[in-house]
């Protein structure tokens, strides 16, 4: 479904990803690992249009992304949660929301689609009319995967979910990536949790200084050593 | 000390003229607070507008609102047209002050050359109109001026809140990466608002000529207010420019009636500072 | 070492002999129309250089000149023309009450932090109203304009015309060489650097308030001086003209067209303007000329921003950039590596310093405690990043700072540099509360940072940007200041740059002026902000060599990073942070096998819940 083919997206002067290939197949959930400042945020936007190309391609359906317009990615079904969650902090919650299915072919769903991300987190029905940016982080985390898929896409991406959140919501949070998943959306995840991310993806790919380190089944990874000595240095 | 009857008048009339100021205040302010651009060029289109209504009113012996049809349209074309322009040329947001700047002052020569600096006045049917409300007076023309402001208030306020162009127009001022990540067409909204901004001063125009008699010179002399209305209201704000406007207009014709006429530039000025020294954070 | 003047004096030469040659003009035998036309250039140029000095250099834009040169105005106008007082005094009361307002205006309006440019346009504007309307309501002008022509004036000239040509003059040279001056002077660069960014100026030791001040008080009264001999030779002021829109839409567009950045742009902008009017006026077409300045401005902004004198200015600061390389004899043309000489740039010195480190017990640290955070909080709208921390970092110890992303690691740093003021509790430097300073004063204590995305001052050669820091971190003078600048360079293997701009650096070069900038200051302590993110690996080997080195010169260094050779092979201690708190702290290898620390950063298994 998604196919990434030797990539290079710079940062001005310097390169961020150096000849990146990845993939991703229909209905996989695929995590991108790696220690900070290996360039997984810049990946994941370059695959949400944020971030320009400039070198390779991106083939989404055939379609080739790096040379579309930014705006048009998300009629493709290409969906972001970003960093941060990046709510629009002065518009509600249920504002939000709408805006995830701005582009025309979520426009037609869109109650049906409320209905269901509000089945998927009810906890958002009482802070539908609140401001986004009031709600803790657990909350705001839960509105900004919401407005993903009030897109309708076809593959969600999310870029580090975990990222300052509490230990136990950010377990709440996975198991509900986990449940996207296997509604039959492709996911393509960036975290820093590795445990976490391991435990759900079917494949990863390890990502240090710009470039694949390591690729496999998550489940091969899960106990190897050479991720205990990136992430921790110790040997 | 002046009457109650004199002190009310002044006012209500006060209130009035303070809802033209917020219908100037509006289309600065949207383009200020959505856009992030402080767009100096309002006042000239503000009175080219004016001066053109006064001209198609004259020249064509019709009702000056029959230009409430043309002009907002063909200004919302300028307006969207020179954004796309200047679009194309990465400036700092002062640059494009000034730039907005240079383009004033072309306006403002352009219409000393078209109209010289002689005072115009449009004469109207309805100049002499007054409503009557238990022996205050309300004016044709700055009550015209007055609900046409609340209109266009309550119009920008629901495209806001229940389109989803509006939204998308908060979205994008909010955090531009992400309105495009979504679907929505920066170029093309940011497009649509510069017209409409453009075109609200169109309209405000209009009620300049209806109003006031016009001079070139008297250009400069709005900007001080309309910036003290912007500011005080709230830059992207719908209502907030009406507000601060009858604020500001019933202050100024307070001060005019207990202390003189010639203070009152003074009182937007005054509130504005206060607003400074008090709430530094809320700019 | 051989020591080199900071400036040549030819440019001053030059003024003089220019003002000298000038001051013969009324014994040409010229009409009083030539006069005038004369006196006309160089009063628009004394405005625009004034206007430039504070505006132009810091790029606080005011449209508000007017005011200023106004309130000169009046000041003679009043005191002279009604109450009779004599000329020469008053214009220099005049100087003084612009000047006054000026500071008084910017007191007030420096205060706000956010928005501070158009803000500040605007504001001036405003000010302009209202002092146009107490004009206009009290007896200073009551309406009908005030007559100055009994006023009496000291005869310098053969007639009045030349008189006030010669007024005029001294003060266009004065402005000249005011302008020249402060180009080159500390609070020069303060402004240039408050122009590039200010808040990181601030963090680097300029006291970026009293500097904006300094800067508009010498502005404004020079327009109060200009505007108290105008008034006189204009013999009949009114309210409309003075405070209207001309003298500011003028000063800005003859200073952009000139050049602000160069000390003699407003000048040229000034001369090229005030003849093109003229001649429009000539030939009755004033109203063209008004279009074709409207014009002339948007072209300016559109083609040629940095107007007629700019590339010169940016080619005047990289020569004597270059003269100060030479005269250390530094290498400064950058035409081979790019990479420094000094540090060996393969892996298996980078081993070598790891083992190094590992079996000689470098891990020993002082016990003298240099900065002590305690229970320090940090809260940004309600969202907690540092609660209640406690950290101590010894004297002559690298520690290195770690905890995974959004832990509040560069908030910590933000915090102590005083980016941010902390929201509760204690720092304390050496036994100093810092929790109060402003971050300047912070700098000046001895605490410097580099930033993650480098933040050099864009309009400055290298030199400068090193040599500004040093000066003001360290509260010294511009020229005592040059061999620091020169030898933190070197160090960082810069010198071969020491002339360029920062566009012309790539990111590594770039991350290493930022080592240099804060070498420069000669810290207690140095903070670090992932300087290695986005390097290559020899990259990564030449910092960590350059970071090693600096510790061997006493400078206690905190830094927060990612790349895990490198924390092992740098730091005596670790401190894991996780949700603004202390996590653990000690050893590296101790801390990195600590349970804890290893579920903070690899995250605990879905069904372990």
């Not at chain 1, 009810?122 to 940016?133: E, I, N, Q, V, Y």
């Not at chain 3, 405003?126 to 005869?155: E, H, M, R, W």
């Not at chain 3, 070498?519 to 690996?537: F, H, I, N, Q, Y």
Request: glycine share 8%; aromatic share 10%.
């Amino acid at each position: 479904m998604l196919e990434i083919k030797s990539i290079q997206v710079c940062y001005g002067p310097a390169v961020a990803l150096w000849d990146i290939d990845l993939y991703v197949n229909t209905g996989e959930l695929v995590c991108v690992i790696g220690p900070n400042a290996a360039g997984k945020t810049t990946l994941i936007n370059a695959v949400a249009g944020l971030n320009k190309v400039s070198k390779g391609q991106i083939l989404f359906n055939g379609q080739d992304l790096s040379r579309t317009e930014p705006h048009l990615f998300c009629s493709y079904g290409v969906a972001l949660v970003p960093e941060s969650r990046r709510l629009f902090a002065n518009m509600t919650v249920l504002e939000n929301l709408e805006l995830g299915s701005y582009v025309k072919e979520a426009k037609a769903l869109r109650s049906q689609s409320l209905e269901h991300v509000l089945e998927l987190f009810p906890a958002m029905k009482p802070k539908l009319h609140a401001a986004a940016g009031s709600l803790s982080g657990g909350q705001q985390q839960m509105v900004a995967i919401s407005r993903a898929l009030m897109a309708r896409p076809k593959i969600l991406l999310l870029d580090e979910p975990s990222l300052g959140l509490a230990p136990s919501i950010v377990l709440d949070m996975f198991k509900a990536i986990k449940q996207i998943n296997a509604s039959g959306i492709s996911v393509l995840l960036v975290e820093q949790n590795v445990s976490l991310a391991l435990d759900i993806a079917n494949r990863a790919y390890v990502l240090e200084e710009g470039r694949i380190a390591q690729e496999g089944l998550a489940q091969d990874m899960l106990n190897s050593a050479s991720i205990q000595k990136a992430y921790l240095g110790i040997s | 000390m002046p009457s109650l009857h004199l002190i009310i008048q002044s006012a209500v009339s006060g209130l009035l003229l303070g809802g033209l100021y917020g219908l100037i205040g509006l289309g600065l302010g949207l383009s200020w607070g959505l856009l992030g651009q402080i767009n100096l060029a309002h006042f000239g289109f503000l009175f080219l507008s004016a001066y053109l209504s006064y001209q198609f009113s004259t020249t064509f012996a019709i009702n000056p609102l029959w230009a409430l049809c043309i002009l907002p349209p063909a200004f919302f074309a300028i307006g969207a047209g020179l954004h796309a322009l200047i679009r194309r040329f990465k400036m700092t947001p002062f640059n494009s002050l000034l730039l907005t700047f240079g383009l004033t002052v072309i306006v403002d020569a352009l219409i000393q050359w078209i109209w010289t600096a002689d005072f115009r006045k449009l004469e109207y049917a309805q100049s002499n109109l007054k409503l009557e409300l238990s022996g205050i007076y309300l004016p044709y023309a700055e009550s015209l001026s007055f609900a046409l402001s609340v209109l266009c208030a309550s119009a920008v306020y629901w495209v806001m809140k229940r389109t989803d162009m509006g939204k998308a127009v908060r979205a994008i001022a909010q955090d531009p990466q992400m309105s495009t990540a979504f679907g929505i067409n920066q170029k093309f909204i940011t497009m649509c608002l510069a017209g409409t901004c453009t075109a609200l001063a169109a309209i405000a125009g209009i009620c300049v000529s209806l109003i006031f008699t016009l001079n070139p010179s008297q250009l400069y002399t709005w900007i001080g207010v309309v910036f003290a209305v912007v500011m005080l209201g709230g830059l992207g704000s719908a209502f907030g420019p009406l507000l601060a406007g009858m604020l500001i207009g019933v202050s100024e014709s307070i001060t005019m009636v207990f202390i003189a006429p010639s203070w009152a530039p003074i009182v937007s000025f005054t509130l504005l500072i206060g607003l400074l020294l008090l709430r530094p954070d809320k700019i | 070492m051989k020591f080199f003047p900071m400036h040549t004096n030819r440019p001053l030469f030059n003024i003089l002999v220019i003002g000298l040659l000038l001051a013969w003009v009324p014994w040409l035998g010229l009409s009083a129309f030539w006069l005038s036309f004369f006196y006309l250039i160089l009063y628009w140029s004394v405005l625009t250089l004034s206007w430039n000095v504070f505006s132009g250099y810091s790029g606080y834009f005011s449209f508000g000149h007017g005011a200023f040169f106004g309130i000169g105005i009046y000041t003679v106008a009043y005191m002279c023309g009604q109450l009779e007082m004599s000329f020469l005094p008053m214009v220099c009361l005049a100087g003084a009450l612009a000047g006054g307002a000026g500071v008084a205006l910017g007191a007030l309006v420096f205060r706000v932090k956010r928005v501070r440019g158009e803000l500040f346009a605007l504001l001036t504007l405003a000010v302009t109203f209202i002092i146009a309307t107490v004009v206009l309501n009290t007896p200073i002008d009551g309406g009908p304009g005030v007559y100055l022509n009994s006023v009496q004036v000291p005869k310098l000239g053969p007639s009045t015309p030349a008189t006030f040509y010669l007024l005029i003059l001294i003060l266009f040279v004065v402005a000249l060489l005011v302008s020249r001056y402060i180009s080159t002077s500390k609070l020069g660069v303060a402004l240039f650097a408050i122009h590039d960014d200010e808040d990181a100026a601030e963090v680097m030791g300029v006291p970026t308030f009293k500097t904006k001040l300094a800067a508009l008080f010498i502005s404004s009264s020079m327009a109060g001086i200009a505007g108290g001999i105008h008034a006189v030779f204009v013999s009949y002021v009114t309210a409309n003209e003075v405070f209207s829109i001309n003298v500011p839409l003028f000063v800005v567009l003859m200073s952009i067209l000139g050049g602000a950045r160069h000390w003699a742009g407003p000048a040229l902008g000034a001369v090229v303007i005030t003849s093109l009017q003229y001649l429009f006026t000539i030939g009755d077409n004033a109203l063209m000329g008004k279009m074709a300045l409207g014009v002339i401005l948007i072209l300016v902004i559109l083609f040629k921003p940095d107007g007629f004198l700019g590339n010169r200015a940016k080619a005047n600061s990289r020569k004597a950039a270059k003269q100060i390389a030479d005269s250390y004899g530094v290498r400064s043309n950058s035409a081979h590596q790019d990479t420094p000489t000094h540090f060996h740039v393969d892996h298996q010195h980078a081993h070598h310093h790891a083992h190094m480190g590992e079996s000689a017990g470098k891990r020993q640290h002082s016990s003298e405690v240099l900065l002590s955070a305690k229970d320090l909080c940090m809260s940004f709208s309600g969202l907690k990043v540092l609660q209640n921390l406690n950290l101590e970092i010894y004297s002559g110890e690298i520690l290195g700072l770690l905890g995974p992303n959004g832990s509040g690691k560069s908030t910590f740093i933000n915090v102590v540099s005083g980016h941010y003021k902390a929201t509760g509790g204690h720092l304390s430097l050496s036994g100093v509360e810092i929790s109060e300073l402003k971050a300047h004063q912070i700098a000046q204590q001895g605490v410097a940072r580099t930033y993650q995305i480098p933040r050099p001052f864009t309009n400055l050669t290298v030199f400068e940007n090193t040599r500004l820091v040093a000066s003001y971190a360290r509260g010294i003078s511009l020229t005592q200041a040059t061999p620091f600048a020169v030898e933190a360079l070197e160090k960082v293997g810069l010198g071969s740059k020491i002339d360029a701009l920062p566009q012309d650096l790539n990111l590594h070069q770039r991350k290493f002026l930022e080592f240099a900038r804060a070498l420069a200051a000669k810290p207690k302590l140095l903070m670090l902000d992932e300087v290695l993110s986005g390097l290559t690996p020899s990259e990564i080997q030449s910092a960590i060599d350059l970071i090693l080195s600096i510790k061997a010169q006493g400078t206690t260094i905190l830094f927060v990073e990612h790349v895990m050779s490198a924390v092992m092979a740098l730091a005596d201690r670790i401190a894991v942070i996780n949700y603004g708190q202390l996590l653990a702290q000690g050893d590296p290898q101790e801390v990195m096998r600590n349970p804890q620390v290893i579920t903070a950063y690899l995250g605990k298994k879905l069904d372990n819940a």
